[in-house]
């Protein structure tokens, strides 16, 4: 019988099917090499965005609040959040952590030490202590003390240095320096007035805001404000993702806004994803179209090779061994083919990691775990499509 396994190899080496069994075979190979390198742009750009080397921290905090339209003008109410609205926040699946902003009810006051002759009013907040960026051993308070730690935002120094300082001839500040300064702060609602001394602890990035801990915030609205806790006007939260499309809408439709150049990405990441899904689904059109190829090939090698098949059914052999004798002669090109389009898409990924490096964006050099799974996956699907046609093929002719 072994003549006749060599017949049938000839046959499907040389045989009818021989340009339809290339055009499978380069077919297959474009379409896994597509499909690998939607999953591994996908995984580069996971990674661009959530990976510790590539993640701007202060990227993950966005303080919300809503549009001021000219149909909410001396209707604060109207700017404050409702629990019913602060309850949709919170369910959202892009919202990691929910806190809120508190708001001063009671006038305040600062005045510079010395020749600064610096005296204005101002407000406070404060917020939970996990979405501050500032770790400080000083950022504390109890009732009884006469300093008020604070923490400004490094936007208001900038606008004192090369604004206000600049265009009143008065001197510019370091941050050292500020915070060695001690602050005249004085609160007061109606006749009540209550003089602290304020420190600068520290300059956020986070939040645009003059912070005092909550302790004093709680402290000075009961004694100084209603007592009552007003709803917020602004809430803080943190997200995986600022960039995330699905935020980006919820902000968008229920009037909403942050800082737009923390989101401002979301845009470029729709197009990425949207080129990914596109490259992914002409990669699954052609892996089709080479499945549906190879059926035809396998197809006519059987039918081409009816009489020496019928002739060895006859024999004796038996129709499992014919199926694993044909079998073999595929196996080698699909692995062959794998290992192409994975050696392809390992160069591509390195040279795209060199480029992003240059930039000092991260990623890895060597395509990721998602990228050897998909290539065993397509090579799996094609050897199953691929038995299951050479059963009904070879069960027909025997």
Same mark, same amino acid.
């Given at each position: ?19 339809? @069994? $290339? ?6 190979? %474009? +379409?896994? $090499? ?14 661009l965005? =959530?990976?510790?080397?590539n993640?701007?921290?202060s990227?993950?905090?966005?303080? $919300?609040?809503k ?40 006038k305040v006051?600062?005045?510079a030490?010395?020749?600064?002759h ?15 960026d ?13 300093? %008020?730690? %604070?923490?400004l ?11 206000f ?50 302790? @004093?915030?709680?402290? +000075? ?6 007592? *009552? ?13 600022? +960039? ?9 439709? =229920? ?26 689904? @002409? ?13 035809? @090939?396998?197809?006519?090698v059987? +039918? ?12 004796g052999?038996a ?6 004798? $044909?079998?073999r ?13 994975? *050696? ?24 990721? %775990? ?21 059963r009904k093929? *070879?069960?027909?002719?025997?």
């Amino acid at each position: 019988m072994k003549p006749f396994f060599q017949l049938l190899k000839k046959i499907i080496q040389t045989g009818v099917g021989k340009s339809r @069994f $290339l055009m499978a075979s380069v077919g297959l190979g %474009i +379409a896994m $090499l597509l499909i690998l390198i939607a999953i591994q742009t996908h995984t580069n750009f996971d990674q661009l965005l =959530h990976s510790q080397q590539n993640q701007n921290e202060s990227a993950d905090f966005l303080v $919300l609040n809503k549009k001021i339209t000219n149909a909410m003008m001396g209707q604060t109410d109207k700017s404050m959040f409702t629990p019913e609205e602060i309850a949709a926040i919170k369910q959202q699946d892009f919202v990691q952590a929910f806190g809120f902003i508190t708001s001063n009810q009671f006038k305040v006051t600062a005045a510079a030490p010395g020749d600064l002759h610096f005296y204005t009013d101002m407000f406070f907040e404060s917020v939970s202590n996990e979405f501050i960026d500032i770790k400080n051993d000083d950022w504390k308070w109890s009732v009884g003390d006469g300093i %008020i730690p %604070i923490i400004l935002p490094n936007d208001f120094l900038n606008l004192y240095n090369f604004g206000f300082a600049l265009s009143q001839d008065l001197p510019q500040l370091s941050q050292e320096t500020v915070k060695a300064l001690p602050m005249k702060i004085t609160i007061s609602k109606g006749l009540m007035t209550q003089e602290f001394t304020g420190r600068i602890v520290g300059f956020s990035d986070r939040i645009s805001s003059f912070l005092v801990p909550e302790t @004093f915030m709680q402290w +000075a609205n009961e004694k100084f404000g209603s007592g *009552v806790a007003a709803s917020p006007s602004r809430v803080i939260i943190k997200t995986k993702d600022p +960039a995330n499309p699905a935020l980006v809408k919820f902000l968008d439709d =229920h009037g909403y806004t942050t800082n737009q150049d923390k989101i401002k990405y979301s845009k470029t990441k729709l197009i990425v994803q949207t080129i990914v899904s596109v490259v992914g689904f @002409f990669g699954l059109i052609l892996l089709l179209f080479a499945l549906l190829v190879f059926s035809m @090939f396998i197809q006519l090698v059987i +039918a081409s090779c009816k009489r020496e098949i019928q002739l060895l059914v006859t024999l004796g052999t038996a129709p499992d061994q014919l199926k694993r004798y $044909l079998l073999r002669q595929f196996i080698p090109l699909y692995i062959v083919i794998g290992i192409i389009s994975l *050696v392809l898409v390992t160069v591509l990924q390195w040279w795209a990691a060199t480029a992003l490096a240059a930039h000092q964006m991260q990623v890895s050099f060597l395509p990721g %775990i998602g990228t050897f799974a998909g290539a065993l996956l397509i090579l799996l699907l094609v050897y199953v499509v691929n038995v299951y046609n050479v059963r009904k093929y *070879v069960m027909q002719q025997g």
